[in-house]
């Protein structure tokens, strides 16, 4: 029963992820930060500025680009297509006047908009590796966001030096994907926002001798 609720409620935090959110309301940031070691207030604020982003991107290039748009504590991840170096460099010009950001990794592509089957194809790798992560003990697919790009993954989140290196490990290994590229923020075991949960006592513990 216990597996089976925290899979639900799993399920549940991984689409939010995912998902391109206008806004989260107190319910819905109440239970993402159950599991994610943000803030409701820069969960808040990443997804806000993402889709001011999104807005301001669609509305100036429409469908000249298709550019990703990935936040993380303030990180902006955006990769993607573009038709030459001048909108490239514009779309981010565009980014960086955006209030409360902590940085931008920008590796859109000068290349044609990606197909429907390269973006369906994108997805699955994104979701195989979760679901290796999940399978894996190791990595919480919660605290470590997976953008899959022309068969690049980015790997962004708060994480330790050893939950980063099995998170790239599980990445690499995983069929199709290309390249994996590192955005993540670090914080160590002994931080509180990154210590390990103690594990549950057993439930039917042996009586004493």
Same mark, same amino acid.
């Given at each position: 029963?216990k597996?089976?609720?925290?899979?639900?409620?799993?399920? !549940?935090l991984? *689409?939010l992820?995912?998902?391109?959110l206008? &806004?989260? /309301?107190a319910g819905?940031a109440?239970?993402?930060? @159950?599991?994610?070691r943000?803030?409701?207030?820069?969960i808040?604020?990443?997804?806000s500025m993402a889709?001011?982003?999104?807005?301001r991107?669609?509305?100036?290039f429409?469908?000249?680009t298709h !550019?990703n748009v *990935?936040?993380?504590?303030?990180?902006?991840? &955006?990769? /993607?297509?573009?038709?030459d170096?001048?909108?490239? @460099?514009?779309i981010?010009?565009?980014?960086?006047g955006?209030?409360?950001?902590r940085g931008?990794?920008?590796d859109i592509?000068?290349a044609?908009?990606?197909?429907l089957?390269?973006r369906?194809?994108?997805?699955?790798?994104?979701?195989?590796?979760?679901?290796?992560f999940?399978?894996?003990?190791?990595v919480n697919?919660?605290h470590v966001r997976?953008?899959?790009?022309a068969?690049?993954?980015?790997l962004?989140?708060?994480?330790?030096?050893?939950?980063a290196?099995?998170a790239?490990?599980?990445?690499?290994?995983?069929?199709?994907v290309?390249?994996?590229?590192?955005v993540?923020?670090?914080?160590?075991?002994?931080?509180e926002?990154?210590?390990?949960?103690?594990?549950?006592?057993?439930?039917?513990p042996?009586p004493?001798?």
């Amino acid at each position: 029963m216990k597996r089976a609720l925290w899979l639900g409620s799993l399920s !549940v935090l991984l *689409a939010l992820q995912g998902c391109e959110l206008a &806004l989260i /309301g107190a319910g819905g940031a109440a239970a993402v930060t @159950a599991f994610d070691r943000r803030t409701s207030s820069a969960i808040y604020q990443d997804e806000s500025m993402a889709l001011t982003i999104r807005d301001r991107i669609s509305g100036r290039f429409g469908n000249l680009t298709h !550019v990703n748009v *990935a936040p993380y504590n303030r990180m902006i991840l &955006l990769t /993607g297509e573009a038709p030459d170096e001048q909108t490239r @460099a514009a779309i981010e010009a565009d980014v960086r006047g955006i209030a409360n950001l902590r940085g931008i990794v920008n590796d859109i592509q000068i290349a044609p908009v990606s197909s429907l089957a390269g973006r369906t194809n994108d997805s699955f790798i994104t979701s195989k590796i979760k679901g290796r992560f999940l399978d894996s003990g190791k990595v919480n697919p919660v605290h470590v966001r997976v953008v899959t790009e022309a068969g690049v993954v980015y790997l962004l989140g708060l994480v330790t030096e050893a939950e980063a290196n099995d998170a790239v490990e599980i990445a690499r290994t995983t069929g199709g994907v290309r390249k994996v590229v590192k955005v993540f923020d670090y914080c160590q075991p002994t931080d509180e926002i990154c210590r390990p949960q103690a594990k549950p006592p057993a439930e039917n513990p042996k009586p004493a001798a």
